[in-house]
């Protein structure tokens, strides 16, 4: 359980709002609504103890909670390539830096070797930020008829829009205006990154 999922439990059970935990902490209610987001997870050790006393909790817990890093969902599989059908199993969670935690929302593992030359290979984890729109040029993650999800170099033209591989045995696909909006052909993310677990 996180921070913030404490302290909705206990708004919720005790029927209090950010004013009453910012004056009961010494804080700000701004502060106290960035910990009820999750954008706030380092707490100072005083205003630690403060809370922890409020919520009725062991320090030891509170303070190991605090520390936890932040971890984003390993959901299914993206096909380098063509042809897999979309699959949201959840893998598990990997822990991220504060920073990452801010720039994506999940991982997609890869399957495939079409963007091998972007550095995006077989078996790698891909970090995704979900989004409905990139600029022309950006690697995407792409749903294709609500089955099937790939990650290619989306390039728009006027009349079009190409999947482009990063890879020279793999050909592009290229989709029509008419294919984009009746298949449908979607942006669901914006590639942030794709590391190779060890």
């Not at 106290?32 to 707490?43: A, F, N, Q």
């Not at 045995?169 to 794709?194: H, N």
Request: charged residues 30%.
């Amino acid at each position: 359980m996180k921070i913030q999922d404490l302290l909705s439990q206990y708004k919720r059970q005790n029927n209090i709002t950010n004013d009453y935990i910012a004056e009961y902490c010494g804080v700000t209610k701004s502060t106290v609504s960035r910990w009820c987001t999750g954008k706030i997870r380092k707490i100072d050790p005083k205003t630690l103890e403060k809370l922890t006393e409020m919520l009725g909790v062991n320090m030891d817990d509170m303070t190991r909670i605090s520390q936890l890093a932040p971890e984003k969902p390993i959901l299914g599989t993206v096909k380098a390539g063509y042809g897999l059908l979309a699959e949201e199993n959840l893998e598990g969670y990997i822990g991220v830096s504060e920073d990452d935690d801010r720039r994506g929302d999940y991982f997609l593992r890869v399957t495939g070797d079409s963007m091998k030359d972007a550095h995006i290979h077989d078996g790698d984890l891909l970090f995704v930020k979900s989004c409905t729109d990139v600029p022309s040029g950006a690697i995407a993650v792409m749903l294709i008829g609500g089955e099937e999800v790939t990650v290619k170099k989306l390039v728009k033209k006027d009349s079009s829009w190409v999947l482009h591989a990063a890879n020279d045995e793999v050909e592009d696909k290229e989709y029509t205006l008419q294919d984009i909006v009746g298949l449908p052909v979607q942006i669901i993310g914006r590639a942030v990154y794709s590391k190779t677990e060890l």
